[in-house]
């Protein structure tokens, strides 16, 4: 997404948080991809503050929980749910964009996540959008952008490969272990879309094969 909105022209702030995830190994990459498209780099520290306490429950911030292979079409990715996680990330990422000027914000919810997640459906973004400006009026005006919003993996991968994306230097894997374990849901549309895009996947994986579709 960062990639695809520097070609339109924007000029990049770039966000992260932590907020107690097993995959934090995710800030990393993201703070090296925000050098390479010079871009200033924040994180944003949720689990220092408490946060991680609160949501507990979910196999990406409850290390009691375990985080389970395959498809997201199958039942048992609900439990990968972070209650509230982009209404919350997107509340602090908006009052940000206020004290820096900017226009929009930027989030990379894609057509995937709507069966397991509502917080990256449209009618959340559209209510989002609609309830921010009422929080900032008399501040600022902002545009919440969601450019794959209507986008599989693999139309976002063909898209990366026209923009020369590094994607060995990307990170999706939910267990955040020293390699992809291959076989998280995470992984598990990773490897798929990279195949359905028919471009050459760069990640380097635990397992050689992934799960089944079920």
Partial sequence: MAYSLRAQGYRLIAISFDYGQRHRKELEFAEQMAADLDAPWTLIDLHAAGLTSFLTGSALTDETVTVPDGHYADESM???????????????????????????????????????????????????????????????????????????????????????????????????????????????????????????DPTTYETDAAPART
């Fill in 78 to 200: 609900r439990i990968t749910v972070v209650p509230n996680r982009n209404a919350i990330m997107l509340s602090i990422a908006c009052a940000l964009a206020v004290t820096r000027d900017a226009g929009a914000v930027a989030f990379g919810a894609h057509a995937g996540d709507h069966f397991i997640y509502p917080d990256c459906r449209p009618e959340f973004v559209h209510a989002f959008e609609s309830m921010v400006n009422l929080a900032v009026d008399g501040l600022a005006t902002l545009e919440i952008i969601t450019p794959f919003l209507s986008m599989t993996k693999t139309a976002i991968v063909e898209l990366g490969s026209e923009l020369n994306v590094p994607f060995e230097r990307t990170w999706s894997c939910y267990k955040g272990g020293t390699l992809h374990c291959g076989t998280c849901g995470t992984c598990f549309e990773r490897r798929e879309a990279f195949a359905q895009a028919q471009v050459v």
